[in-house]
């Protein structure tokens, strides 16, 4: 394994590793000796004082530290560690097919958002940049990385194509950063992970950046990180104290006209389900009702992944319906509330959900819909999580009509269940009702 030593010992962090404390903490950007140009840049675009993470974790990145930071989603981490990126490729040219520096990360949407935040320093830094995802066309990702590319921005399945068709050698890669590790880990790819590591240079740099550090993580951690500065800015469950945490308890049979009125809402909300056929069918019953919705999941194609988000950014639509995808790297300004119309999972799950909110400093609410038999794993989930949430039980307005009578709403995406019949009269008839139910919420508000 093409890996630097590592010693005994366990971190705060969960993963056994050598830590160190590295330098104090930076107290300003101007403090860190950054190139004069670079400051000028942030300082245009509102980057003035560094966040804790960055605070933390530049200082030991800057002098080729090994790092590993955790913080909550939202905190900064994205210039924790792509300002000490671009810095220290700055100035160096890669050859053809040769990157210098690599950021891994889980998703398309992550990819995007770590190249929007670090194109405009790439740019002022002469840096070359590029990303390669899947779903958009490789061919042009091959053309760019024959043309030079100094940061290459990846997830690990497109880099393991374009390795295997010799488009992308990894032997020139000085720095690597592994963000959000714990996820590449859960979806699987924790193999394409340690062969990327294995290929990049052995005396190179890592830095190893995550809301959470657990399970394969500590693999990582052991196998591949040297002496690593450890910064970890917030708890481990990675709570927000500026975000503040509903539990709505409902009876199954109003979850649907509950989710609605929430939705109908002023302003902008990111409503989670569990499946994709789920957000799907909630999409289509939100229009239906005359409120401006997009679906977002992995059964989307990027190009229309995209489309829809940007649409949400832009307040085309105000209402985002969305599997897991979107629990991590979406970056939506001056979002305020964030539903679990179905639970999550888990505590992990919550935190990255809960995590489209509340960023930068910025507060938000995330309010979580419980049926009677979803209490109990729920309540465990809270506590994993180290929140305790204001606890809410009510029904739907008089005169919300809810979907199938007395029967229980199964139809948003829960794991259990199968949906209720009905007749396509009483379906239309259903549509009808919720549709002006949705309007004398929106008219009363």
């Known amino acids: 394994m093409n890996a630097k030593p590592s010693n005994t010992g366990r971190s705060s962090a969960g993963a056994s590793q050598p830590v160190s404390p590295g330098q104090p903490p930076a107290v300003s950007f101007d403090a860190l000796g950054l190139p004069s140009e670079l400051v000028a840049a942030m300082t245009a675009l509102g980057v003035t004082e560094p966040f804790p993470i960055q605070a933390a974790t530049l200082p030991g990145a800057l002098a080729g530290r090994d790092v590993l930071g ?31 520096a690599l950021v891994l990360v889980p998703t398309r949407e992550l990819a995007q958002q770590v190249s929007d935040a670090l194109t405009p320093y790439a740019q002022t830094l002469k840096v070359r940049l590029a990303t390669v995802v899947g779903g958009l066309s490789i061919n042009r990702q091959q053309a760019a990385l024959r043309a030079g590319v100094d940061v290459l921005i990846a997830t690990p399945g497109r880099l393991t194509d374009l390795v295997e068709r010799r488009d992308c050698h990894l032997d020139q890669v000085r720095i690597t950063v592994l963000d959000e590790a714990d996820q590449m880990c859960d979806l699987g790819f924790l193999p394409q992970v340690t062969q990327t590591l294995d290929q990049v240079r052995p005396d190179g740099q890592r830095l190893l950046f995550s809301a959470t550090l657990d399970k394969d993580v500590e693999q990582l951690v052991r196998g591949y990180l040297h002496d690593p500065v450890l910064a970890s800015v917030d708890p481990a469950a990675g709570s927000v104290t500026t975000m503040e945490h509903h539990v709505l308890n409902i009876h199954a049979a109003d979850k649907y006209a509950t989710a609605t009125e929430i939705a109908a809402r002023d302003g902008r909300v990111l409503m989670f389900l569990d499946t994709k056929a789920g957000v799907d069918q909630f999409t289509r019953h939100l229009r239906a009702s005359g409120i401006r919705a997009g679906a977002l999941h992995s059964g989307k194609s990027q190009p229309q992944r995209t489309h829809t988000l940007g649409q949400f950014k832009d307040g085309e639509i105000t209402v985002l319906v969305a599997t897991n995808v979107a629990a991590r790297g979406i970056h939506i300004d001056t979002l305020d509330l ?11 799950d919550y935190v990255h959900r809960g995590g489209r909110t509340a960023r930068a400093g910025e ?65 239309e008839a259903r549509k009808i009702a919720e549709a002006r139910a949705a309007a004398r919420v929106r008219k009363g508000r």
């Open 70 to 100: 955790r913080a909550r989603t939202g905190s900064g981490k994205t210039l924790a560690f792509g300002l000490a990126l671009l810095v220290r490729t700055a100035g160096l040219r890669a050859d053809a097919k040769r990157p210098l």
């Open 338 to 348: 964030v539903v679990n119309v179905d639970p999550p999972a888990d505590a992990k």
């Open 363 to 427: 507060s938000g609410t995330v309010v979580t819909l419980v049926t009677p038999n979803q209490r109990r794993d729920v309540n465990r989930m809270m506590s994993e999580a180290g929140i305790r949430p204001t606890v809410t039980s009510r029904r739907p307005p008089a005169g919300t009509k809810t979907s199938g009578g007395n029967a229980p709403f199964r139809g948003l995406g829960s794991r259990t269940g199968r949906p209720a019949k009905e007749s396509r009269k009483t379906a």
